[in-house]
């Protein structure tokens, strides 16, 4: 029985502001698709909850409200929690529509 070990979270400075947000969300690995929680935001990525571990380095498709599918890259994992890093960062009128609630 090997015990994968999460990586740590990164210390360094963020590229752009991230906020606390609690968003329903989907996202694909492969062909599957899952629900997940967003528990906050940045341009550049964010921070996602859901039922199943995510391994460091995989990519995922998440959806986020009223836009087409985004890839990301998860960049650290901490149980059922992963940090992911956007492969395009979201314009900054989109992320601000996004936390205010106006995307739906």
Do not use: N
């Amino acid at each position: 029985m090997s015990a994968e070990m999460p990586a740590q979270r990164p210390q360094q400075e963020r590229q752009s502001e991230r906020r606390p947000l609690m968003v329903r969300v989907q996202y694909r690995r492969t062909i599957v698709r899952l629900a997940a929680q967003i528990l906050d935001l940045s341009r550049h990525g964010l921070r996602l909850a859901g039922m199943e571990r995510l391994r460091v380095g995989e990519c995922v498709w998440i959806t986020l409200p009223g836009l087409p599918p985004r890839q990301a890259k998860v960049v650290w994992v901490d149980r059922f929690e992963a940090g992911c890093v956007f492969a395009e960062p979201l314009h900054e009128a989109v992320f601000d529509a996004i936390v205010t609630g106006h995307m739906h």
